[in-house]
Structure formats: C-alpha cells, structure tokens
C-alpha cells in the first residue's frame, strides 16, 4: 500500500527550465514532508523540507509547494542544471514523537540537459 | 555521508544462505534505520532502533532480523537469503530533539546485495 504517490517517474528538462515534481499522500496525520536527493552510488541526502503550518518554503533554487486540503506537495526547481541531474524522492512521517518512519514516493528520476 | 559506514559495499550469495549488513555510525545518534531501495518502489522501513537493544519491524520486516547491542552499531541479517531480497540497502540515522522526537534522517552510501 503506497502512502505517498510520486509522479512524473521521469523528467527531461533543458539546462535554465524549471523542474516541478508532485507528490500525493494519504495519511492526514502526516506532519512532516521532506525532499531527499540522490545521486548514483550514493546515498539520498535531505534537500528541502516543509511542515503544514506553511504553504511554501524556498531554499537557493529549490521550492517545496504545500496544499493540505488536497494533500499534496511538490518540489520546484528553478533555473535548473545538469549538476542537478538526479533522483528525487518526497516523504512524509507522522508526528516528532512516533519514530520518524518516513514513508517515501517512488522516486523521480530528473535529467537536466545542457 | 554523516559518519555513516556500512559494509560490505557489495556482496553476491547463494539463495539460502544467511548474510549480516553492518552499520555503523561515529554520531552517536540514539535512531538507526535499515532501509531497501528497489525500482518503482522508493525506500521501504524493513526495521528501526530506537536505543541499544530496543528495535521495531517497518513496512517490509518478513525475512530480515535486527540487532543492535551499541550504540553505534546496527546489523541487518536476512537469515535464508531470497532472490526477491536482492535490492540496494541503506542506513540511516537521526538523533531525538529536546522535545523528544526526531531529526532529520541521514543516510549511509548503501550496500548493493545481488541474491543468486
């Protein structure tokens, strides 16, 4: 059973064109969204992260879009390059105290042509 | 990777056979986390440790035991290797907030297991 829905599952984009990545959840008791980067042989790392108290959240080039009536959120790229060729993956978890299990999108694959 | 080192990086075994991951972490965070990676599927919670000894099954635990009896130390044993155990695996740790929940997880490079 799949909490978190990520689309698309992969995207070209050219080198200065924005990069936008959706993510629908479930669980309405989810509080915490975070964005982990990937890139290959390496372990996800934290991009940008967004709790529902705020609609928006805008770091550098990166920008988490938040809707909690329709429970989604997505993560923008702007002016985006090839160094952030990459795989992206959305999360959610449920309360600071329940064990932070995250539950993770299915990842989305993200080329940025030169 | 945030002091974060697991071994062995690769590994290839025999349906059948037991294997033991390691993690291990040089933060002294109190959380440790063992995830698998497969296509289409994200990252899936196998299990989770809250403190030494005390453990926890996540989304996909059926094959798969834990162990951890230091802090900085958690392993991960599939105790009859599968083909469909075959996957990318990853630590991850957190440390408790003075409210008493969690941070932000990090994640160690990954141990790439191939199960013939």
């Known amino acids: 059973q799949q909490q978190v829905k990520q689309s698309p599952q992969s995207l070209i984009v050219q080198k200065g064109g924005i990069s936008i990545i959706n993510c629908a959840y479930e669980?309405?008791?989810?509080?915490?969204f975070p964005w982990y980067q990937q890139f290959p042989g390496k372990g996800p790392a934290l991009l940008i992260a967004?709790?529902?108290?705020?609609s928006e959240k805008k770091e550098g080039r990166f920008t988490i879009s938040f809707n909690k009536s329709a429970k989604q959120f997505s993560l923008h790229i702007m002016d985006s390059q090839p160094g952030d060729s990459a795989t992206y993956f959305c999360?959610?978890?449920?309360?600071?105290?329940?064990?932070?299990?995250?539950?993770f999108g299915e990842g989305t694959q993200l080329t940025v042509n030169p | 990777d945030a002091g974060i080192t697991q071994s062995p990086r690769h590994k290839v075994t025999e349906t059948g056979t037991p294997v033991t991951l390691r993690c291990h972490q040089t933060?002294?965070?109190?959380?440790m986390y063992w995830y698998r990676q497969d296509p289409g599927h994200g990252l899936r919670l196998i299990h989770y440790s809250y403190g030494v000894k005390d453990t926890d099954k996540g989304e996909v635990s059926d094959g798969y035991s834990v162990s951890r009896s230091k802090t900085e130390d958690f392993l991960l044993t599939l105790e009859s290797a599968t083909s469909s155990q075959t996957s990318v695996y990853f630590c991850?740790?957190?440390?408790?907030?003075?409210?008493?929940?969690?941070?932000?997880?990090?994640f160690g490079p990954g141990t790439r297991l191939l199960v013939l």
């Open positions: 933060e002294n965070h109190r959380y």
């Open positions: 967004i709790r529902p108290d705020v």
């Open positions: 669980n309405t008791a989810f509080d915490y």
């Open positions: 999360a959610a978890s449920e309360g600071e105290t329940s064990g932070s299990r995250l539950t």
């Open positions: 991850a740790i957190s440390e408790s907030t003075a409210s008493g929940g969690q941070e932000t997880q990090y």
